[in-house]
């Protein structure tokens, strides 16, 4: 099994900044893509960005420009660096990853158990 464990949520002003982080643990042989996803109340889960092992990165377009997602293979973990919050950016981040167990090599994908970052007007 493997466990990511998310932490950086947290109450900010608008304009502000907050660093979300997510460690993945257990039997792992490799990481393919880590994420972060958003669920505000009432809405539905949505991506606000990806890192491949390779290190290419895909935004939502709502937050391109304020976001910056990262990772450190050697830790297994990811980043996520939002700047200029805005009230519409309040939601829980889940930490999202996929790739292959340590022995018997098995395909995983894992999710968080979410932390919650809310901006204040």
């Known amino acids: 099994q493997v466990q990511l464990v998310e932490s950086g949520g947290g109450l900010v002003q608008a304009g502000g900044s907050l660093r979300l982080s997510c460690a993945a643990s257990g039997s792992i042989f490799s990481i393919n893509t880590m994420a972060w996803y958003r669920q505000a109340p009432g809405k539905q889960r949505e991506l606000v960005a990806g890192?491949?092992?390779?290190?290419?990165?895909n935004y939502a377009d709502s937050v391109k420009g304020r976001f910056t997602i990262s990772r450190d293979n050697a830790k297994n973990t990811v980043y996520l660096q939002m700047n200029s919050l805005k009230p519409e950016d309040t939601a829980v981040y889940y930490c999202?990853?996929?790739?292959?167990?340590?022995?018997?090599?098995?395909?995983?994908?894992?999710w968080g158990q979410g932390t919650q970052v809310t901006v204040s007007s």
């Open positions: 890192i491949a092992n390779g290190g290419n990165t």
């Open positions: 999202y990853a996929d790739g292959i167990t340590g022995r018997p090599f098995q395909p995983f994908r894992s």
